[in-house]
């Protein structure tokens, strides 16, 4: 299982604030996700700026969108492009034993760590190739694309087969849209992220 962690957004909604390096409870919101990951043994990959290279710990790759802020659906891409294929070299049946997923996430949502734990409960729909993506949406109905499961297999084949640059200004509901999905509804208080300064006031993140 392999994450990526999408952290190169422009902020215009909270006047041009890294996001990344929002700080809550003592630590940047890059931090609290790494960390999160880490504990579940997740390794990934950050899309974001290379300033934030200095702020990684061992194990998490950088990379960014070509060009910079061309989208979410470029942004994950870029990701995916960045990491490495774990069934490279790997037989088909021993592939097809293998729990191959890639976690889509958004490091203003600021409780990594129940998400994580959430998600992982429906990743077993993946590993029986029951469905391709696990896709939340909230109380409202409004699907959490960054808060995704989707099947590594078939992510990378789908970013794959995209024309030079098709990706550029799209949504991720255009990349994922072809997904055979499943929409189980978040619980309360999961996903929050910080969008206005309202949020951050709510959430206790420091701008």
């Known amino acids: 299982m392999q994450a990526v962690l999408l952290a190169g957004g422009a902020g215009t909604r909270l006047g041009g604030a890294d996001k990344a390096l929002l700080v809550r409870h003592g630590r940047t919101l890059l931090e609290h996700w790494t960390a999160a990951l880490a504990q579940r043994q997740v390794g990934g990959v950050v899309v974001g700026g290379e300033?934030?290279?200095?702020?990684?710990?061992?194990?998490?790759?950088?990379t960014?969108?070509?060009p910079p802020l061309s989208g979410p659906a470029a942004a994950v891409c870029a990701g995916v492009r960045a990491l490495p294929d774990p069934s490279a070299g790997v037989s088909v049946p021993e592939a097809a034993e293998q729990q191959d997923a890639l976690l889509l996430l958004a490091v203003d949502t600021v409780d990594p760590g129940p998400l994580l734990d959430w998600l992982a409960g429906w990743l077993s729909l993946l590993s029986a190739a029951e469905e391709q993506a696990v896709v939340p949406r909230d109380r409202a109905g409004r699907f959490q694309m960054l808060g995704s499961a989707v099947s590594g297999s078939w992510l990378r084949r789908r970013v794959s087969e995209l024309a030079p640059g098709e990706e550029s200004g799209q949504s991720l509901r255009w990349l994922l849209g072809r997904?055979?999905?499943v929409h189980p509804v978040l619980p309360d208080g999961l996903g929050r992220d910080v969008d206005l300064p309202e949020d951050a006031g709510e959430l206790?993140?420091?701008l």
């Open 51 to 62: 300033h934030l290279r200095r702020h990684l710990p061992e194990g998490f790759l950088l």
């Open 179 to 181: 997904a055979r999905s």
């Open 64 to 66: 960014r969108e070509t």
């Open 204 to 206: 206790g993140v420091d």
